[in-house]
């Protein structure tokens, strides 16, 4: 089990949906990250939240809305996808915004239909 | 340029041989760090090792070994007789200092065979 919680586990979506990724960690981290990763990929950071304020928006379509509603939590929201939008979504977490090592989920498998 | 390769993209060996997984980087910083995680089919990235760039001690952890050499800007990592259990992604990573994100490598699988 990791420290770093997701939900759901599996997501299927059509593109007119709203639905939500939720990330969850309990070990005071005060750095989140949410990646996306496609099949036989490497991970792409998406978005970096540092002490509840975005840090860093890998030029993310609009469709993708992050909110850090406390240092506990993480959430994606997401809107109009896109079959391309299929993917492994990670969330992250490190003490602080640095060279920490990053703690990642299990993700959450996204399927726009 | 800021790029971490590895060349090898799928590896595949019969259980209790050793392998190399070989890691290359380039960075224009002279303070950098350097990681590696594990893939599982499961599909959460699991922190295996991190090194700074003032620190080419090689280090062991059980079965697995890491070989930081600078002079040639690689960070391999060696398991030591492999087990079905080790099947998986396994990402190097690199991020130096003036950044704020990891770059990760394209990964290689690998497959230990019973």
């Known amino acids: 089990d990791t420290e770093v919680t997701q939900t759901p586990k599996h997501l299927v979506m059509g593109m007119t949906n709203k639905k939500s990724l939720k990330c969850e960690q309990h070990m005071g981290h005060r750095a989140m990250y949410w990646y996306k990763q496609k099949a036989k990929k490497p991970p792409e950071l998406m978005f970096v939240y540092s002490y509840e304020k975005l840090s860093i928006n890998e030029s993310v379509p609009s469709r993708f809305s992050p909110e850090c509603p406390n240092s506990s939590l993480l959430n994606l929201h997401l809107h109009a996808l896109q079959p391309e939008d299929s993917a492994l979504y990670l969330c992250?977490?490190?003490?602080?915004?640095?060279?920490?090592?990053?703690?990642f989920g299990d993700g959450t498998r996204l399927s726009i239909l | 340029a800021q790029k971490v390769t590895q060349a090898q993209t799928e590896i595949s060996v019969v259980e209790k041989e050793d392998v190399t997984l070989d890691c290359v980087y380039e960075t224009r910083d002279t303070t950098y760090y350097l990681f590696w995680y594990k893939q599982p089919p499961s599909g959460e990235l699991v922190f295996l090792i991190r090194?700074?760039?003032?620190?080419?001690q090689n280090e062991i952890s059980g079965r697995y070994s890491w070989n930081f050499q600078k002079s040639t800007s690689s960070f391999n990592f060696t398991i030591t007789a492999s087990q079905v259990v080790d099947s998986a992604v396994y990402f190097c990573a690199l991020r130096y200092s003036s950044a704020s994100k990891i770059i990760f490598g394209s990964g290689t699988r690998l497959s230990i065979r019973p």
């Open positions: 992250a977490s490190s003490q602080i915004l640095g060279n920490q090592p990053q703690h």
């Open positions: 090194r700074n760039s003032f620190d080419e």
